[in-house]
């Protein structure tokens, strides 16, 4: 079965970059989706098909995919981004293999 | 406003049944695939199955085919999981969340339920 792969815990510092990197053999033949779950909320799509940002989502999310890697990257982190994150691909259209999450802290 | 109300929370014994609820509202219901998400204690998202409430067409995660039954009232814009016996493995948050379709192949999870905890133990 398709796996994805993400580092349990990445930390940066309020204002700077953070990347998240999601891994999964041929990941870039596949469109990755990401989401943000802050403590006791309900999972938010923040980026869809690799790149793309949906309605109310900040400008500073940006992702890519290429090759193995897709990345998602928060630039100008701010507190409030402190969650977190999931990438998300589809192994068909009707099913979903997640990555195990990263923890984000801002500090 | 595009919604998915879940059911309330659940605690029951092992090896009692279980049918909990995603009601959606604000948009055209029987044309979005549903989706059922679990989330253990502490733990990451996994990926349990998925109904197209227009045919009931369900499809299963290997790891909850068996164990969970999904469907869908499509009269009353309403999409369930279900247990027959559960375990106290299945204590969990479960979501449901829509899928959408945006192009080439390319899909998203894009409204969530504000989720069900699930707790049993005896």
């Known amino acids: 079965s398709y796996e994805l792969t993400q580092p349990p815990s990445v930390s940066v510092s309020p204002g700077q970059t953070a990347s998240i990197a999601c891994s999964g053999d041929?990941?870039?033949?596949?469109?990755a989706c990401w989401y943000q779950q802050k403590p006791g909320q309900s999972p938010v799509l923040v980026i869809y098909?690799?790149?793309k940002r949906p309605s109310g989502i900040p400008e500073r999310f940006s992702g890519s995919n290429s090759g193995n890697t897709a990345t998602l990257t928060i630039s100008g982190t701010q507190a409030m981004d402190e969650a977190d994150y999931y990438c998300?691909?589809?192994?068909?259209?009707?099913?979903?293999?997640f990555g195990g999450g990263t923890k984000l802290t801002v500090l | 406003e595009v919604q998915l109300v879940q059911s309330g929370a659940e605690v029951k014994k092992p090896g009692e049944s279980l049918k909990i609820s995603c009601k959606g509202s604000?948009?055209?219901?029987?044309?979005?695939?549903i989706a059922w998400v679990r989330q253990m204690p502490g733990k990451g998202l996994e990926w349990m199955g998925i109904?197209?409430?227009?045919?009931?067409?369900?499809r299963y995660s290997p790891s909850f085919q068996g164990q969970v039954t999904i469907s869908a009232d499509r009269s009353i814009n309403t999409a369930y999981l279900q247990w027959s016996s559960l375990k106290a493995s299945d204590t969990a948050m479960y979501y449901c969340?829509?899928?959408?379709?945006?192009?080439?192949?390319?899909?998203?999870?894009?409204?969530w339920g504000q989720g069900t905890t699930v707790t049993v133990s005896s």
């Open positions: 998300q691909a589809w192994d068909s259209s009707t099913s979903v293999v």
């Open positions: 604000g948009y055209s219901f029987t044309i979005y695939w």
């Open positions: 969340a829509r899928r959408v379709y945006y192009d080439s192949n390319s899909y998203g999870l894009d409204v």
């Open positions: 098909q690799d790149s």
């Open positions: 041929k990941l870039g033949d596949r469109y």
């Open positions: 109904i197209y409430p227009g045919g009931s067409d369900t």
